[in-house]
């Protein structure tokens, strides 16, 4: 069994090469594959990323969006197991055996990590409390519209049997591919297992964040839209 692990990264030149070391230095049960996609990167990242050996990478020549370096990801993985990782170090790439796990036992075909416990903790103190919120909301409109009961759809990993993947057809390029896949993945039947994973707390939009409250309304639109159509 083999496990492509797809690297979208957008002017992400402070973490990316940490990022790309951690997944690099994973012990895992299964082989491993590492496709970095860089979504037409404006400052040193796609520079930082030549400079390392044992990865595959593609480049846009500009930004298209994190669905469309997924697909670019997707299109090139040869691995029987596909999964997610952010290039921006909230999530820890140390977590992905966690979230693979049930996919190489054969107890799921999408897992999904979950922030749970540290959404539970917010308040309206913390400085990222409307990314928090806006994640809440997704999660518990998901669960409205698809039957689900995810507990943190917006969670960056996401981990599929690629076949399972590359049976839909991905439309949207930004963000919103998420909730899309989700919302197909769901209307197939295909249940979506979730394990706890620990998350850092999430960047401001002065550190590098790239969601906005737009793409938050954006995925409540994209979950009404897939529900209607075929």
């Known amino acids: 069994m083999k496990l492509s692990i797809a690297i979208p990264v957008y002017n992400e030149e402070k973490t990316v090469t940490s990022v790309i070391k951690k997944v690099r230095e994973l012990h895992l049960p299964v082989k491993k594959e590492i496709i ?27 930004n298209l969006g ?31 055996s966690k979230v693979i796990a049930p996919l190489i036992k054969g107890e799921a075909e999408v897992v999904y990590g ?44 996401k981990a599929f049997k690629t076949s399972i993947l590359r049976s839909i057809e991905i439309e949207e ?12 993945i769901s209307k197939k ?5 979730e394990v706890i994973i620990e998350a850092k707390s999430c960047r401001s939009v002065k550190e590098g964040k790239k969601l906005r409250a ?9 979950l009404i839209k897939y529900k209607f159509k075929n």
């Open 36 to 62: 970095v996609v860089d979504d037409g990167s404006t400052d040193k990242t796609f520079e930082n990323i030549k400079e390392i050996k044992g990865i595959e990478i593609f480049r846009h020549k500009k």
């Open 66 to 96: 994190k669905g469309a370096a997924i697909k670019t990801a997707l299109k090139n993985a040869s691995g029987d197991l596909f999964i997610v990782q952010d290039a921006d170090l909230e999530l820890d790439p140390a977590e992905i």
């Open 114 to 157: 979950s922030r749970d416990p540290k959404l539970k903790k917010i308040g309206k103190g913390d400085k990222h409390f409307l990314f928090y919120l806006g994640g809440i909301i997704v999660t518990l409109i998901t669960n409205l519209f698809y039957g689900t009961k995810l507990t943190d759809e917006p969670c960056g990993y």
């Open 173 to 184: 390029n930004r963000f919103g591919w998420e909730p899309e896949v989700t919302a197909k």
């Open 189 to 193: 039947k295909i249940k979506i297992y």
């Open 214 to 222: 737009v793409d938050g309304l954006e995925a409540i639109w994209l």
